[in-house]
């Protein structure tokens, strides 16, 4: 079965600081990867995606993540954080082939402190 | 283009009555899944279309939840007899075709009194 793990709920950071939010996932065959970011009182958004190629993927408003294999992670960051970074951040996997069902992860909460 | 949209925004109903939720997807996306979130929490798959094919089913709750998706564009969710745990915001999204990303309409909140 597939699914996916994010394993801190909250995830604070200094503005200016580099941040991670972690994401591992679990499925049989070639996972596609995804991050949605959901800002307050808004719908979710397109970060970011993997599928296949170059492990490490560039996205919107400066997030990148990279794919790693042999750890089965899929881990989100960003070099230099903003204060509107903060937001609610969601980890996605589905699968190459045959069922085409998202799994989402729970959410990590990032709040970037000024 | 247009996003993906949902209406209505809010609707405030009393248990035992049943809702309607309405969802138009970003025209020409063959694919329409439907997700509850709670209290901003994560979101909980309920259901998929693809083109013409049987949806998957496999996330509603219980048999009070259905959805139809007519014309492989406009999906309707229907809530029957709803009870307060019903309460939540139900997200729509669309997608080109399975495995893309999702975009998702701003969701409609469901308070069940």
């Known amino acids: 079965a597939q699914s996916v793990a994010q394993p801190e709920d909250q995830v604070n950071v200094a503005e200016g600081n580099p941040l991670t939010v972690k994401c591992t996932y679990s499925?049989?065959?070639?996972?596609?990867l995804f991050w949605y970011v959901q800002y307050p009182n808004r719908g979710l958004q397109f970060l970011l995606k993997?599928?296949?190629?170059?492990?490490l993927v560039k996205g919107s408003y400066g997030f990148e993540a990279e794919f790693n294999k042999s750890q089965t992670s899929f881990h989100l960051k960003k070099p230099s954080a903003l204060v509107s970074d903060s937001a609610l951040y969601f980890c996605?996997?589905?699968?190459?082939?045959?069922?085409?069902?998202?799994?989402f992860g729970t959410g990590t909460r990032l709040k970037v402190l000024a | 283009g247009a996003g993906v949209s949902q209406s209505p925004s809010n609707k405030v109903t009393e248990k035992g009555k049943d809702v309607e939720l309405r969802c138009d997807p970003i025209?020409?996306?063959?694919?329409l899944y439907w997700y509850r979130q709670s209290l901003g929490q994560g979101l909980e798959f309920l259901i998929y279309?693809?083109?013409?094919?049987?949806?998957?089913k496999s996330g509603l709750p219980s048999d009070r939840f259905s959805a139809e998706r007519t014309g492989g564009s406009v999906s309707t969710l229907t809530i029957q007899r709803t009870q307060q745990e019903d309460s939540a915001v139900y997200l729509c999204?669309?997608?080109?075709?399975?495995?893309?990303?999702?975009?998702f309409g701003p969701g409609t909140r469901l308070t069940v009194t």
């Open positions: 999204a669309s997608s080109f075709s399975p495995n893309y990303e999702q975009y």
């Open positions: 499925v049989s065959g070639n996972p596609y």
């Open positions: 993997y599928i296949t190629g170059d492990n």
């Open positions: 996605a996997v589905t699968r190459g082939s045959g069922t085409y069902k998202y799994i």
């Open positions: 025209s020409g996306h063959t694919a």
């Open positions: 279309f693809q083109g013409n094919s049987a949806p998957d």
